[in-house]
């Protein structure tokens, strides 16, 4: 089976300070994502990578940043941390380009105090 | 996530009772669509998928079928059961070289015994 592990359930972190939360995957997939969860707004898409290395912008980038340096990790960073920042982060990954599934993590949910 | 059933739209429906969840996606270029299930405190699971040359899939009670000329995407699943109950989010990949999955916003799923 596809594990996607994420390294926190629940984080508490203070205004202004740098997040970072990490995700692994143990099954080679090419491609990995980042996702916030909000009641009523469903998965929106912050970034998505496809190769080590690379990174590409979803659709809510801002404020948020990622890092690729091996391919079964995929860090999200929060540069400056705000409240508007709360939420439930799934971090997801899939085979290859194109028509595969994603596999997700359980998901960290994070307050920002 | 805990909280992610607020404010979604809900179908009830009594246990044994076929349901129909109902999606439209946005872009009508997205060449595969996958149907994920969300338990309380999880993160999101595969049920189906299907490609975009297809009109109609089946799994084990579970049917997805696609309108391409409308962009609507429907799971029905058969006898539904007290298990089925969860938030139920259609997802399409944008297709070509992006490799983008967009989720829609999710459909909370109440299955009364």
């Known amino acids: 089976d596809v594990k996607v592990t994420q390294s926190s359930r629940y984080l508490v972190k203070r205004t202004g300070e740098k997040v970072f939360l990490e995700c692994v995957q143990d099954?080679?997939?090419?491609?990995m994502f980042w996702y916030r969860q909000d009641p009523g707004l469903g998965l929106r898409l912050i970034y998505f990578?496809?190769?080590?290395?690379?990174?590409e912008k979803g659709d809510i980038p801002e404020g948020y940043s990622v890092s690729r340096e091996k391919k079964e990790r995929f860090s999200l960073i929060l540069e400056s941390a705000s409240t508007n920042q709360t939420s439930m982060y799934l971090c997801?990954?899939?085979?290859?380009?194109?028509?595969?599934?994603?596999?997700f993590g359980q998901g960290t949910r994070l307050t920002v105090v | 996530g805990e909280s992610v059933g607020l404010h979604l739209p809900t179908l009830s429906v009594q246990e044994g009772d076929n349901s129909i969840i109902n999606c439209a996606y946005s872009?009508?270029?997205?060449?595969?669509f996958i149907w994920y299930k969300q338990e309380s405190g999880k993160g999101p699971q595969f049920i189906i998928d299907?490609?975009?040359?297809?009109d109609k899939r089946q799994g084990q009670r579970v049917t997805v079928l696609l309108n391409k000329t409308v962009k609507h995407l429907s799971l029905q699943i058969a006898a539904t059961q007290p298990g089925d109950s969860a938030v139920y989010f259609c997802?399409?990949?944008?297709?070509?070289?992006?490799?983008?999955?967009?989720f829609g916003t999710g459909t909370l799923l109440a299955v009364q015994p």
């Open positions: 997801a990954s899939s085979l290859t380009r194109g028509q595969t599934e994603a596999f």
């Open positions: 099954m080679d997939h090419e491609n």
């Open positions: 990578s496809y190769d080590v290395k690379m990174k």
């Open positions: 872009n009508s270029a997205s060449d595969y």
């Open positions: 299907i490609r975009s040359n297809m």
């Open positions: 997802a399409e990949n944008y297709g070509g070289a992006t490799n983008k999955l967009i």
